[in-house]
């Protein structure tokens, strides 16, 4: 399996499949009147790829990392819900890299766990936040941060509330 590691945030993904042009689009229909093509298939690697579980994902172009996102319950509900098809908001950039010959891929963060109080919580939103601030993904601009002078956590209000 093929991983890599980021630059500056040190997360590690591995390449879990590939994006094709699919030679047998799927009809969608959305809100019984919009009705379009599903032209973009993923090929996973390996079927088990399918069940991994909740988890922040990133799209390469040419072993370039593009695009960080995440996706609820499993690869398979998440990204893949029209088999292989799939409807993604990156889907016109894809689209466009692949009919310019560049290999475009996808992989999964190897871990996105972190122990609290003796459980183990999914941290995939923070980790998908650390890498869109702290990479440069030429399709995921760095979103600019809320201004947090003033705000506080619930810790430090609790105290008050007594």
Known sequence: MERFKFKHTRHEF???GK???SEKPVKFQFDDDLV????LELSLFRNEFSSVGESVY???????PVYAGSYPVSLG????????????????????????G???ELCLA?????E???RMINISSSIQRDIIENEALPWSPKKPSPELEGVKTMAEIEPLLA
């Open 58 to 64: 990133v799209i390469t172009v040419d072993d370039n």
């Open 36 to 39: 379009w093509d599903l032209n």
């Open 116 to 118: 609290r109080e003796g």
């Open 77 to 100: 509900m998440g990204l893949l819900t029209y088999g292989d098809h799939l409807h993604h908001d990156q889907e016109l950039r894809i689209t466009w890299a692949l009919e310019e």
């Open 102 to 104: 560049k290999r475009v």
């Open 19 to 21: 994006f094709l042009l």
């Open 14 to 16: 591995i390449k879990v």
């Open 110 to 114: 190897r871990d996105v766990f972190a």
